[in-house]
């Protein structure tokens, strides 16, 4: 345990002093904040009671259009890195397993990458519920939604972000990521072939809907149950725990040839 959290906390601290993530963020963050959270003058107390679940997940939802792309671009490098500058090779000769170097990685990866959001997304709650314009309960449903939500499509990106650019060049896996993340979660169905309504859809809109209520004012019926989010929350984590076991063994097997 003393070995993952080392690993966790080396990792953790140098993805969070990156000036590439605070500068990728800082700009989504602004973006988000001026165009969908801050309210115009003639839009106050847009947030009730009522419809609060269905529009903090509308906003969950949104901020996974943008988030996790930047999130994944960044994380593309982090286990790369290692490899490229000898440093696996010097971890591959101490008691380190690659299991927990593996974990340690991927966990301090994601606290990184989730926490200026969560930060983010209550300070700006926050504000709203000074001003007037959104109930305090805002911040409670926003919590609940930045969880089963953000963190599932973080989760599932980083994941492959890490392991991925072991096997193809840094720079393709990045481009080929952001093309597969709209391709994969937001093209419809109907207009193209796509993952998108699938259980290996990753952008939210299965917790959305069977969590949450789907899009406010929504005439039409809800195309996802309780329980197709449920489900849709467990292939996500069955393809993390496949992909970090087949990583398991790449790194294994590098060891092996070493």
């Not at 959001?117 to 939604?145: F, H, K, S």
């Not at 419809?188 to 939210?204: D, R």
């Not at 309780?226 to 087949?246: E, F, K, P, Q, S």
């Amino acid at each position: 345990m003393s070995r993952f959290i080392g690993v966790f906390r080396h990792e953790f601290n140098m993805s969070i002093r990156r000036s590439g993530m605070w500068i990728a963020y800082g700009l989504l963050f602004v973006f988000y904040t001026v165009t969908v959270l801050w309210p115009s003058p003639e839009e106050s107390n847009v947030f009730t009671d009522a419809t609060l679940w269905q529009l903090a997940g509308q906003l969950a939802y949104t901020f996974n259009l943008f988030l996790p792309v930047a999130a994944g671009i960044l994380a593309a490098d982090r286990m790369q890195r290692d490899f490229r500058g000898g440093v696996h090779e010097l971890q591959s000769s101490t008691p380190l397993s690659n299991l927990v170097y593996i974990l340690g990685k991927y966990f301090g990866v994601l606290a990184a990458s989730l926490a200026p959001v969560l930060v983010w997304i209550w300070v700006v709650t926050a504000c709203l519920v000074a001003t007037g314009n959104a109930p305090i309960n805002l911040m409670y449903a926003m919590t609940v939604t930045f969880f089963a939500m953000i963190v599932p499509a973080f989760a599932f990106v980083i994941a492959f972000s890490l392991a991925c650019p072991l096997i193809m060049p840094l720079r393709v896996y990045q481009i080929l990521f952001t093309g597969y993340w709209f391709w994969g979660n937001y093209i419809p169905p109907e207009i193209f072939p796509t993952l998108n309504g699938t259980l290996l859809t990753a952008g939210g809109m299965h917790a959305y809907q069977g969590y949450f209520g789907g899009f406010h004012g929504l005439q039409d019926p809800l195309t996802y149950t309780a329980t197709d989010a449920t489900l849709n929350l467990l292939v996500l984590g069955l393809c993390i725990a496949a992909v970090m076991t087949v990583l398991n063994y790449y790194l294994q097997w590098q060891s092996r040839r070493a």
